[in-house]
């Protein structure tokens, strides 16, 4: 699977993608479902964020934004990883706690 990169320069350019790109894989209207996310949390420090959508008939779509080296995994709604993305930037994940708290 080759890998893409993208700008992304802040939390909320994070979520659009995440939404759009996991919205596009199942052919669902990008914003008509809520996107969830959690920090994930390795040795009690903050290592990444888990976005998660549900979709109609129980669809279930998820990505994991791994902040040490800074890619986004995209999972279909079986569990197969369909895109992975390089972010040339991204905000420090320091700064997305500070936004979440």
Known sequence: M???TQRLDDLHAIRSYVNQTLCEKDQLETNSFPLYER???RGGEPCGV???LYGPRSLCLTAIWETDGNTILFYGS???RFRKTQLLAAP???DVLSLSS
């Open 39 to 41: 920090i994930l949390v």
């Open 78 to 80: 079986r569990g197969e």
């Open 2 to 4: 080759p890998t893409e």
């Open 92 to 94: 420090r994940i320091d």
């Open 50 to 52: 888990y976005f998660y």
